[in-house]
């Protein structure tokens, strides 16, 4: 079976569990700017790029993922959310974008294989692909609203790098993930779709969306019935949202979103919202009870953690949700469905 039939079988059994973060677990190895850069000739600081941590300190990388495998996850992401060619050359490490990315997929197929090795139970990796710092719907020049600093063409080529070598380096999916332009988020698409073209065969893909008001908008504007109008083309295996907000505040979107999507609802909450110092307190226990809501509601089929979440918060959630069984995909009526910043169905 492909990647793609493997995920939706398991999926048809029971709830999967996904990956948590990587930002905040990076964070408490405390690594100073040298342990950052390592080996590497880079003229720029380092110190904060985690991207670049797969080359210089893959034993951190790989120390992580397994922490979520041992937690119960049947999904990790690579740690790539921002290694392409705009987010590295923050860093002057442009010219390492292929492999970083490379080598993040080679840490986190490794260790996929090996817990599937141990228990016969399919463990799938995710390649993710983080939304950049650029927008393509929106000017950053108050004074000129038709200004734009990157084009579709050229931000679908820098997707396309990341994805070609996501994909040399063993990922089943490809996850674009924290969308918060819709604009970038098919950019993305269009670079997945032709890579699968060019290497002829079917690339997966995870689209998950991040909302920027409790209204349910991602910063371009569009809601969550909106966006999925918006991707739906492009037969994502999974749609979704992540970070934003706690699972509380995330509740009546998921039950929006699972009610139309005919195909896996992932969601991947943070930690509830960050504290006045920025950092996130909700227990593990806590973010498993409130997930657990959506599962006993049908409305999810992959559940994980996003900023702030630890393989604690992944093991809670893989023992509240253990033995439930997933959403039932809904077979929505074939009608004219099309979005601007809110939905448009045009009934027969």
């Known amino acids: 079976m492909t990647a793609r ?57 790989d120390a992580i993922t397994r922490d979520y495998l041992n937690a119960g996850s049947d999904i990790v992401s690579t740690n790539t959310f921002s290694a392409n060619l705009i987010s590295q ?55 000129d609203p038709g200004f734009r600093e990157i084009s579709f063409d050229y931000l679908k080529d820098v997707y396309r790098e990341q994805i070609d070598a996501l994909l040399d380096g063993g990922v089943d999916f490809i996850l674009i993930e924290t969308i918060f332009d819709t604009l970038n988020a098919k950019a993305g698409i269009m670079a997945v779709i032709e890579a699968g073209i060019a290497r002829g065969v079917d690339v997966p893909l995870m689209v998950s969306m991040t909302l ?10 569009h809601t969550v019935e909106a966006f999925w109008h918006a991707v739906r083309h492009a037969k994502p295996v999974t749609i979704g949202l ?12 998921v039950k929006s979103l699972s009610a139309i999507a005919d195909t896996l609802i992932m969601v991947y909450p943070n930690a509830g919202l960050p504290n006045d110092l920025g950092q996130y307190d909700e227990l ?65």
């Open 5 to 61: 039939e493997e995920l939706l079988a398991a999926a048809a059994k029971r709830i999967l569990i996904t990956d948590g973060a990587f930002g905040t677990e990076i964070q408490n190895y405390r690594l100073d700017e040298a342990a950052y850069r390592g080996s590497l000739d880079l003229t720029k600081d380092q110190k904060g790029n985690n991207d670049i941590l797969a080359l210089s300190r893959p034993q951190v990388i």
């Open 89 to 143: 050359a923050d860093y002057g490490a442009e010219h390492l974008v292929r492999d970083i990315n490379l080598a993040s997929a080679s840490i986190a197929r490794k260790a996929a294989d090996d817990f599937q090795a141990r228990d016969g139970r399919r463990r799938f990796v995710a390649g993710a692909i983080g939304p950049t710092n650029k927008t393509l719907s929106l000017s950053p020049d108050v004074n």
């Open 212 to 221: 920027t008001d409790l209204s349910g908008r991602n910063l371009s504007g």
């Open 242 to 253: 992540n970070c934003s907000f706690g699972a509380q505040q995330l509740r009546p979107h």
């Open 284 to 348: 593990p226990e806590q973010t498993a009870a409130l997930v657990r809501e959506w599962a006993d509601a049908g409305q999810v089929n992959i559940l994980g953690g996003c900023c702030g979440s630890t393989p604690a918060h992944i093991a809670a959630m893989a023992k509240t949700v253990r033995g439930l069984p997933g959403r039932a995909l809904p077979v929505p009526p074939v009608v004219t469905r099309l979005a601007g910043l809110e939905p448009m169905i045009l009934a027969a």
